[in-house]
């Protein structure tokens, strides 16, 4: 790191103390309100006479309503402003989430879960783009890891705290069952932390009064020497993002990326409940493990991508370790100590493929295209979120187990490393590195 780049990390560490976890605290309550559905199958499917493949699919549609909003909501947040958009939609997801409480069949269940899908859309492209506007491609490696440990730490907190929810409220409680306290102690934070964002964070550089005059235009000289090294073929309109391949082939790459995640995310309490039994505060404890071991690997490798100013290996190594992870989980499926070692594996290379994408798509896009290309990767690979967990209930109820499934999601996966590794080298990954 050279003395310039070393003079510019106390501006970046406040940037970071200002943005970074409120931003977490925000990306772990919208993971959570995601993925808990998870837990509430292990009691929600016998409450309601509700197949595998009915949760599968319930699970599933929830993305739906997320790809065919993801676009619209990041470009209306670009129109109106992050503060009042991220604040809307995270109010109205809450809400939804929360509502989840009141399924009683399997079509309730679909039409909540699309609209929850709906709402939360513009979340994650939302903060991405918004993060653009504050670092430079250089250091958005380890910003987007620290930003995306709020997966795995929800993994972490929300594994223990869902299967207690579940003990505890077991008797219940005002009339609720536990998966039904579930939903509404995990969604009405997320209004509360909607609220928040008003106050919490501001616009861009430009509208931040805790910045000096002189940090603001050290970050206006950072933001415009980036756009500047922004290669001269990257789009630099909507229609110019759709019409390139290499948008495409990230939203691709992004989707083997998400197949394996959210395999994970929907089915490892299932996978542990079929190794260790019924007790949802033992699934809770052991579903941490995972997650716990992928937040630690997440940021290294977002440290050793920056400071190498290497993209391609740092994402495909990942997702090859979680295609192993997969495997292993599933031909040890009945040896709980091996099949928790493969899992572990696989949520950590899954998991750290997430945010070593990002940084990829600074050489495909101008400021000016972002919001929509953006959205256009995120939503083109979360077609995964619908295709993997319904797959996956498809598969169990044919086959009677998951093996063939994760099998299948491994092969993926390996497929998303070598379409990684077929994006020709450049010595601009970054605009610099190690900054």
Same mark, same amino acid.
């Given at each position: 790191?050279?003395?310039?780049?070393?003079?510019?990390?106390?501006?970046?560490?406040?940037?970071?103390?200002?943005?970074?976890?409120?931003?977490?605290?925000?990306?772990?309550?919208?993971? &959570?309100?995601?993925?808990?559905?998870?837990?509430?199958?292990?009691?929600?499917?016998?409450?309601?006479?509700?197949?595998?493949?009915?949760?599968?699919?319930?699970?599933?549609?929830?993305?739906?309503?997320?790809?065919?909003?993801?676009?619209?909501?990041?470009?209306?947040?670009?129109? /109106?402003?992050?503060?009042?958009?991220?604040?809307?939609?995270?109010?109205? $997801?809450?809400?939804?989430?929360?509502?989840?409480?009141?399924? !009683?069949? %399997?079509?309730?269940?679909?039409?909540?879960?699309?609209?929850?899908?709906?709402?939360?859309?513009?979340?994650?492209?939302?903060?991405?783009?918004?993060?653009?506007?504050?670092?430079?491609? %250089? !250091?958005?490696?380890?910003?987007?890891?620290?930003?995306?440990?709020?997966?795995?730490?929800?993994?972490? +907190?929300?594994?223990?705290?869902?299967?207690?929810? #579940?003990?505890?409220?077991?008797?219940?409680?005002?009339?609720?069952?536990?998966?039904?306290?579930?939903? &509404?102690?995990?969604? /009405?934070?997320?209004?509360? #932390?909607?609220?928040?964002?008003?106050?919490?964070?501001?616009?861009? /550089?430009?509208?931040?009064? $805790?910045?000096?005059?002189?940090?603001?235009?050290?970050?206006?000289?950072?933001?415009?020497?980036?756009?500047?090294?922004?290669?001269?073929?990257?789009?630099?309109?909507?229609?110019?993002?759709? @019409?390139?391949?290499?948008?495409?082939?990230?939203? /691709? +790459?992004?989707?083997?990326?998400?197949?394996?995640?959210?395999?994970?995310?929907?089915? #490892?309490?299932?996978?542990?409940?079929?190794?260790?039994?019924?007790?949802?505060?033992?699934? =809770?404890?052991?579903?941490?493990?995972?997650?716990?071991?992928?937040?630690?690997?997440?940021?290294?490798?977002?440290?050793?991508?920056?400071?190498? @100013?290497?993209?391609?290996?740092? #994402? @495909?190594?990942?997702?090859?370790?979680?295609?192993? =992870?997969?495997?292993?989980?599933?031909?040890? @499926?009945?040896? +709980?100590?091996?099949?928790?070692?493969?899992?572990?594996?696989?949520?950590?290379?899954?998991?750290?493929?997430?945010?070593?994408?990002?940084?990829?798509?600074?050489?495909?896009?101008?400021? %000016?295209?972002?919001?929509?290309?953006?959205?256009?990767?995120?939503?083109?690979?979360? +077609?995964?979120?619908?295709?993997?967990?319904?797959?996956?209930?498809?598969?169990?109820? %044919?086959?009677?187990?998951?093996?063939?499934?994760?099998?299948?999601?491994?092969?993926?996966?390996?497929?998303?490393?070598?379409?990684?590794?077929?994006?020709?080298?450049?010595?601009?990954?970054?605009?610099?590195?190690? !900054?």
């Amino acid at each position: 790191m050279d003395n310039s780049a070393r003079a510019l990390d106390p501006v970046y560490r406040k940037v970071v103390w200002h943005l970074i976890p409120y931003i977490f605290v925000c990306y772990f309550f919208n993971y &959570l309100d995601r993925v808990n559905v998870g837990f509430a199958k292990l009691q929600m499917l016998d409450d309601l006479h509700l197949s595998e493949s009915a949760y599968g699919l319930g699970a599933g549609i929830f993305f739906v309503g997320y790809i065919l909003f993801g676009v619209p909501s990041n470009l209306m947040l670009a129109k /109106v402003g992050a503060r009042r958009w991220l604040a809307l939609i995270m109010v109205l $997801w809450g809400a939804f989430s929360a509502s989840l409480l009141l399924v !009683r069949d %399997a079509h309730t269940f679909y039409v909540i879960r699309f609209l929850t899908g709906a709402t939360e859309a513009g979340f994650f492209p939302g903060i991405v783009l918004y993060l653009t506007r504050w670092f430079p491609s %250089a !250091r958005r490696g380890r910003i987007m890891a620290q930003f995306m440990a709020a997966i795995p730490l929800s993994g972490v +907190i929300g594994g223990p705290l869902s299967g207690w929810m #579940l003990v505890h409220f077991g008797g219940g409680q005002a009339n609720m069952a536990a998966w039904q306290w579930l939903f &509404l102690l995990q969604g /009405v934070p997320t209004i509360v #932390l909607g609220l928040g964002v008003l106050m919490a964070l501001s616009n861009g /550089v430009e509208t931040a009064s $805790w910045l000096s005059d002189a940090e603001r235009q050290t970050l206006r000289d950072e933001l415009e020497a980036d756009r500047r090294a922004t290669p001269t073929t990257a789009a630099d309109s909507f229609a110019k993002v759709i @019409a390139n391949p290499a948008i495409w082939l990230l939203g /691709v +790459i992004y989707f083997c990326v998400q197949s394996g995640v959210y395999a994970i995310n929907f089915w #490892l309490p299932s996978i542990i409940k079929a190794s260790v039994g019924q007790d949802p505060a033992v699934i =809770g404890w052991l579903s941490a493990i995972p997650y716990l071991a992928a937040s630690i690997f997440m940021v290294l490798v977002g440290r050793s991508a920056d400071a190498r @100013a290497e993209r391609r290996w740092h #994402l @495909a190594v990942p997702l090859l370790m979680g295609a192993g =992870g997969l495997i292993i989980a599933a031909a040890f @499926a009945a040896n +709980i100590v091996v099949a928790m070692i493969g899992l572990t594996f696989a949520t950590m290379g899954a998991l750290t493929g997430l945010p070593m994408l990002w940084p990829l798509s600074s050489r495909y896009l101008t400021a %000016a295209a972002a919001a929509g290309g953006l959205a256009l990767i995120n939503s083109t690979g979360q +077609i995964a979120g619908f295709v993997s967990p319904y797959f996956v209930g498809w598969v169990k109820d %044919a086959a009677h187990s998951t093996n063939p499934a994760l099998y299948s999601l491994a092969g993926v996966m390996v497929f998303g490393a070598l379409l990684t590794l077929s994006i020709r080298a450049k010595a601009r990954d970054t605009a610099a590195p190690a !900054r």
